[in-house]
């Protein structure tokens, strides 16, 4: 069974838990959100264990990847706490918003050996045409 968290259960990460819940190799082990509804809503619908802060969510529960579904401006830090703890992450594009920050994510994370994939939850839906 992989044990898995994320980071971030507002907008984007329910489409992602959805689908996770249909795997039977998958444990939704940890939710981290800042907003309470948000937390509330996912942990009632998805289990889990519910934590404020993503620090408390990696101390507490054992995981074997992350999802990291915050806004942009927050993903650094969750990226690179994974990452010293040897956590495989998903991470929603665009990991950063400045190139120069990113560089320096990109840096840190190549220090750390980091096993990170950024990506986009469409990409592999059919195209619809209208006429």
Known sequence: MIS????????????H??????????????LCD?????L???TLEFGGKGSKSYQEMLEEVSLDAVWICTPP??????????????????CEK??????ESADAITAALE???????????FRCLPIRVYS
């Not at 689908?19 to 190799?25: E, N, S, Y």
């Open 111 to 121: 220090a750390l050996g980091a096993r990170v994939q950024v990506g986009y939850l």
């Open 94 to 99: 665009p990991a950063e918003r400045s190139r």
């Open 17 to 30: 838990l959805q689908h996770l819940k249909t795997r039977g190799d998958v444990q939704i082990a940890a």
């Open 73 to 90: 401006q927050v993903r650094e830090g969750p990226l690179k706490a994974c990452a010293a703890k040897g956590i495989p992450i998903f």
């Open 40 to 42: 509330r809503d996912r």
């Open 4 to 15: 898995v968290g994320f980071i971030g259960v507002g907008g984007i990460s329910r489409s």
């Open 34 to 38: 800042v907003n309470r509804d948000n």
